[in-house]
Each structure stands twice: as structure tokens, then as C-alpha cells.
């Protein structure tokens, strides 16, 4: 059951990322404003943010095979396969996101901090940082968990099988 319900998280990530991305297009307002359109697709290519998006869900899938082993391998490799497949789709829902919370002007100064030394520093770094960072919460995580199952022990309530 727990390897069916995973499978359904798996494929509802991927749903979200891909199949629905043209009803969502239509229904989510894309900017009307052209000029806009090209500030917020050349922040995307500039920081690459979409392929780090995808890169986040990639590194998460070896860490959901080892926790549903009753899905197959096939399941995951197609996963990551139409993850890069249907990246544009991903894109496609992002930029309505952008459009929201950035004007126009903002998106040109956020280009103008992107083109600016540190700002490519912060490019370069950031996959580093991010890798390091989710690192650094599982672990953390794991220090937590394990701190509550103690507690609870000493509480007297069963934690695990």
C-alpha cells in the first residue's frame, strides 16, 4: 500500500510538472505584455532555474527508489526521462509565477544583479549551495526525528515496528 501511495505522489509530481501544463497555461494568465515575456524567460535561462528545478526532483528520485523498492526501476527511469522531456511544460507554468511577483522593471533589475560579477558568482554557486543546503536539512532532520522518537520512548510510546 505504501509503495502504491508513493507511486501516486511520484506520478501526481510528475503530473504536475508535465500533462496538465497546457490546461494549466490556458487557465493561469500569461503575460500580456511581450517585453515582459522576454525579461522573465531570460532571468529563467540566465539563472537556470527551471534546470535546477528539475535537478531538486531529480536528486530526490534515488532516495524514493531506495524507499519503494516495489516500484520499478522502469517507473523512475521514465520519470526522469519525461522530467527532461517536458521541461518547456515546467517552464510554461513558471513564468506566470514570475509575472506575478516581478514588474517589469524588477525583472531588469534583477537581470542587470545576474550580469553583474557577483551575481554570476551566485549563478555558479548556487547548485553547490543548494546541494549542500538540503544536505545539511536531512541531516538536521534526521537529528530532530531522532531527538522526538527519544522523547517519546521516554514517554513510553512505541516508535517504529
Excluded at 539563472?47 to 531506495?66: F, L
Amino acid at each position: 500500500m505504501r509503495a502504491i501511495r508513493c507511486a501516486g505522489v511520484a506520478a501526481t509530481l510528475l503530473i504536475g510538472i508535465g500533462v496538465p501544463a497546457r490546461a494549466q497555461s490556458a487557465s493561469q494568465p500569461q503575460p500580456q505584455d511581450s517585453a515582459k515575456l522576454v525579461l522573465i524567460h531570460q532571468l529563467l535561462t540566465m539563472t537556470h532555474s527551471v534546470d535546477m528545478a528539475i535537478s531538486t526532483i531529480e536528486s530526490g528520485i534515488a532516495g524514493q527508489r531506495a524507499a519503494n523498492p516495489r516500484i520499478p526501476a522502469a517507473f523512475w527511469d521514465r520519470f526522469l526521462a519525461e522530467t527532461q522531456n517536458r521541461r518547456g511544460e515546467f517552464e510554461a507554468l513558471v513564468v506566470p509565477v514570475y509575472d506575478r511577483h516581478f514588474s517589469s522593471d524588477e525583472l531588469r533589475q534583477l537581470i542587470a544583479f545576474y550580469q553583474s560579477p557577483i551575481g554570476q558568482k551566485m549563478i555558479t554557486e548556487s547548485p553547490a549551495v543548494m546541494q549542500e543546503s538540503m544536505e545539511a536539512g536531512r541531516q538536521w532532520g534526521m537529528k530532530v526525528g531522532t531527538s522526538i522518537a527519544a522523547q517519546l520512548k521516554n514517554e513510553g510510546v512505541q516508535v517504529g515496528p
